[in-house]
């Protein structure tokens, strides 16, 4: 069954570095997702990505995130200078439209901020 | 402000009986809603998908059921095996609505 990727599965950063989540989405889904799931509290929607474009972002999704599909297969996260209170799981999803569809999520990455 | 809310405490319940979970939401008004199981330290799993205009949908032993006038969700698993033991989430989007999942209930089922 196909699956979606993450790598790496666990990130140990120092505060103000920059980091980069990696997700390989299944191949003909149309829409991207990045969630984050704080630990013991519920998964949150960060932002969503069609047509090689954002459509949607929450208020979590400030000017430190940028979401990038630098290529046909990779979608990528990135945090520019990491806060403490980034340490959460960040997980990847794709899907078809999601009002006929589930999503298929990725294993996570763990992001932890020292 | 859209809520949406799962029983914070664990349903325990004794292998062989229907286990049933609830999605209450309120000021929202969704198209659809999805539930998912997650396993400790994974990502969600997709389970079943139900739109506004149905009343319930199956899918093996999973059974789920949306009333748009009470503004609620039922998710059933009859038979229940241990091996159904996890957190169950839910999921609510439509129209101009970002897709927001509860906090989800954990299920316990004993041997």
């Known amino acids: 069954e196909p699956e979606v990727t993450q790598t790496p599965s666990h990130q140990v950063t120092q505060m103000g570095q920059e980091v980069i989540l990696r997700c390989v989405p299944i191949?003909?889904?149309?829409?991207f997702y990045w969630y984050r799931q704080i630990l013991g509290q519920k998964v949150e929607f960060l932002v969503s990505?069609?047509?090689?474009?954002?459509?949607?972002k929450s208020e979590i999704f400030d000017d430190q995130f940028s979401v990038e599909r630098p290529d046909g297969s990779n979608f990528t996260l990135k945090i520019r200078s990491t806060k403490l209170e980034d340490s959460a799981m960040y997980f990847c999803?794709?899907?078809?439209?999601?009002?006929?569809?589930?999503?298929?999520f990725g294993s996570g990455t763990r992001l932890t901020v020292v | 402000s859209q809520k949406i809310e799962q029983n914070s405490e664990a349903l325990n319940i004794q292998e062989g009986k229907t286990a049933t979970l609830t999605c209450n939401y309120t000021n929202y008004s969704p198209a659809y809603l999805q539930w998912y199981r997650q396993d400790p330290g994974r990502g969600p799993v997709f389970l079943l998908l139900?739109?506004?205009?149905?009343k319930e949908k199956r899918k093996e032993r999973l059974k789920v059921t949306f009333d748009t006038t009470l503004k609620q969700s039922l998710f059933h698993i009859t038979a229940s095996q241990p091996a159904d033991s996890a957190t169950y989430l839910c999921a609510l989007g439509g129209g101009s609505y970002i897709p927001t999942f509860g906090r989800g209930t954990s299920l316990i089922v004993h041997p």
């Open positions: 139900i739109r506004e205009n149905e």
């Open positions: 999803a794709s899907g078809g439209q999601a009002s006929n569809y589930g999503y298929t």
């Open positions: 191949s003909n889904h149309l829409y």
């Open positions: 990505f069609y047509n090689n474009e954002i459509s949607e």
